[in-house]
């Protein structure tokens, strides 16, 4: 099995920051985590966006992708109103190395 990291980088539609929050928190990330592959997920807020993290682990990362995609806007994966689906900038990174801690002690990979 391959690791990599899905980043995604959205904006919620001015003044819907609670409402974007909600949806994200309860309900998408949930959805996303339940497509096959998709193992984890995490996420940060900057000063104009919000960032998430999933990790998936595959031999087939397009057939997870694809399969996100296919459940985008359905009743598996709703799309909030409150999301401003202009600001969505995804990309795929595929592990190349392991973590290196502070101490350099080496994990994954």
Same mark, same amino acid.
């Given at each position: ?30 959805? #996303? @985590?339940?497509?096959? !592959?998709?193992? *984890? ?6 000063? +104009?966006?919000? &960032?998430?993290?999933? $990790? ?7 057939? #997870? @992708?694809?399969?996100? !995609?296919?459940? *985008? ?6 799309? +909030?109103?409150? &999301?401003?689906?202009? $600001? ?22």
């Amino acid at each position: 099995m391959k690791d990599y990291v899905f980043v995604v980088k959205t904006q919620p539609v001015p003044g819907q920051d609670a409402a974007f929050n909600d949806w994200y928190d309860n309900r998408h990330i949930a959805d #996303v @985590l339940a497509v096959p !592959g998709v193992v *984890a997920a995490r996420r940060f807020k900057g000063e +104009s966006n919000y &960032l998430a993290f999933y $990790s998936i682990r595959t031999e087939d990362h397009k057939t #997870v @992708l694809n399969e996100i !995609g296919a459940r *985008a806007g359905t009743e598996r994966m709703p799309m +909030s109103s409150a &999301l401003d689906e202009a $600001s969505i900038d995804a990309q795929l990174y595929e592990e190349i190395g392991p973590w290196i801690q502070a101490n350099g002690s080496k994990s994954g990979g």
